[in-house]
């Protein structure tokens, strides 16, 4: 018994050590352990946890009892790893998943979903919003085939998620056989770690190997798993010869690379040659917002914030520019073509006319990962690590400037920005603005909350009109640009967070792909708040046509009652068409102890213009 104890003991101090350190290190993970910490209540937001801090845990070397399934020691691998959620939705091809979850519900928790689709957003949203581990799970053949969009968002995006699909009987595979679908051929190209597992004494092996991949690589994982061997028992697995009780390990904490001190000089030395420097920080840089600011002020550089990367600083913060690309800022803008010098940080922003221009600026680039450095622009050094810890390695070789005058110069004509946003956002008129409304939720919603895009002219003007804050975090579809995750998102940000404020901002094209999820959040009292911008057209396609000279076609949507179809879900449903009634609304929504969705009949023909385009 009191081995028992301590086994048990050990599996919990490991799991809550997995949960707090896949949270630390990279990127999305180390922003995300600062908001846990303060969740939970564990003190200062900067208090983190590590392997070399005292934290090690033993491996238990128990072994599997006799009865246990594949399924059962899949499941239990995962609450080892963090796991908390598994969105999905049940089928017959993953009955022995289902009930080992059942079985553990009260560790981890089945998120039954209305479309697969939804269920691999929803991991993915929980991955990009948290840092943490996101799982879906998938039945035979369409099942598996529904996920794929939301983890290639997931892998185009760098979010740690597992996927997890039935197969059809081990014995029958080839036959073409009722769902035969290859799942491990269908994710070779999403899926980094990829296999079929073949008995419980598998799962045990590979489930650890595919959680280390997706946290450690921030890729997506995928098992596939056969219905039969599903349920096959740990007793009536019988090893290959070369099988010796193979085991790997369910301990893990992030590596965090820095470059050589050579390196970091070589860079310093660019950076203090410079007059007129300019930042570029994404994602990758969420988890270094004092570095960026102490990089920053001294270089006297202005930063330019990549759309996944919009909450490193807040928009009021005197170093940034705000967005980049189509979806950005004229200052940022003008700080690209106009520096001679352009800092890197975590970033692959895509739209390559809104870097300098070659030769124009000498380039130095931070990233995790070696084969993005100058995957964008020809930089003269890349750094290849962590980008907190190269920064706390590079700003006390880096020289204070005490010429200010391009920070200056873009902080005036950040001013001269703000004073246009304001202007547009102002404007009364019906059908309204979606500026006005995405300004609206900007200045309603709470200083923390977390905020979930969609794809489509509404990103364009939520990237440019949120003025986000502090204390707040934003995620979206990023390098796949797909349409409809803006819902599934919310509600995976809720389960991770249940007492902060989710607030979803869509268009009414991707809302409408997997608005039934709506009935999800209802399902599971999730308060999350929907602000639907309705113009009923695919208006990011009109104006990309109208710019081609092409006559507008197929682009007209058919208009539903969002409001009616909230309440019909068991939503609360309020209705904007005019300027007087936007606030209102959104108040009312906002207020509102469940599930609420705002409809705001919006122009549709308000066009998500580029930056240098943009006038009042």
Known sequence: MASDNKNEHNQVARRDFVQATTLAGAALAGFASQTLAQERGHGSADSGVSESHGHITAQSPSEPKADQ??????????????????????????????????????????VGVR??????????????????????????????????????????????VLAITGTTFHDLSGTRFMQGVDTVALMQQVAQYNVQVTGPAHALIVTNRACRTALGNRCVAHLAIAKDVQAMK????????????????????????VP?????????????????????????ALNARAELEQTAEKLGAPVAK?????????????????GIGHLGTQP??????????????????PWIDSYPKPGQARGIQVDINADRIGLR?????????????????????????????????????????????????????????PQMVVRAVSDLIAPDALISLDCGANTFFAARHLRIKAGQRLTSPGMLATMAPGLPFAIAAQFAYPNRQSVAIVGDGGFAMLMAELSTAVQHQLPIK????????????????????????????????????????????????????????????????????????VDPDEAPLKPEELKS
């Open 377 to 433: 622009y020809p930089t003269e050094i890349g750094l290849v690590g962590d980008v907190k810890a190269t920064l706390q390695g590079l700003i006390p070789l880096i020289q204070r400037k005490s010429d200010r005058a391009f920070l200056t110069e873009a902080q005036s004509r950040m001013r001269d920005w703000f004073s246009l946003l304001d202007r547009i956002e102002q404007t009364d008129r019906s059908p309204l603005r």
């Open 115 to 160: 479309h697969e689709e939804a269920a691999a957003f929803m991991a993915g949203g929980f991955a990009k919003h948290t840092g943490r581990l996101g799982i879906c799970v998938g039945t035979t053949g369409p099942g598996a085939i529904h996920l794929l969009n939301g983890l290639y968002d997931a892998s185009f995006d760098g979010a740690p």
């Open 234 to 257: 740990y007793a009536e697995d019988k090893p290959s010869m070369e099988n010796h009780g193979a085991r790997t390990s369910s301990s893990w904490s992030p590596v965090e690379t």
């Open 306 to 322: 990549a759309l996944l990367g919009k909450a490193v600083l807040p928009d009021d913060s005197p170093y940034t520019t705000g």
């Open 530 to 601: 929907v602000i639907v911008l309705k113009n009923n057209s695919l208006s990011e396609v009109r104006f990309e046509q109208k710019d081609l000279g092409y006559p507008t076609y197929g682009c007209d949507l058919p208009p539903i009652d969002f409001m009616a179809f909230a309440k019909a879900c068991g939503a609360d449903g309020f209705h904007c068409a005019s300027p007087n009634e936007v606030r209102p609304a959104i108040e009312a929504a906002l207020r509102s102890p469940r599930a609420a969705l705002v409809e705001a009949v």
């Open 332 to 349: 940022s803008h003008w700080a690209m073509q106009n520096c001679d010098t352009v800092l890197i940080l975590g970033s692959t922003m």
């Open 260 to 284: 050589g001190p050579d390196q970091l000089r070589a860079a310093a030395a660019v950076l203090n040659a410079g007059s007129k420097i300019a930042i570029l920080a994404g994602q990758g």
């Open 69 to 110: 399934t594949t399924a059962d020691i899949l499941v239990a691998t995962l609450i080892e790893w963090g796991g908390t959620h598994v969105f999905g939705m049940v089928g017959d091809g993953i009955n022995p998943i289902i009930e080992a979850i059942r079985k553990r519900k009260d560790e981890i928790q089945f």
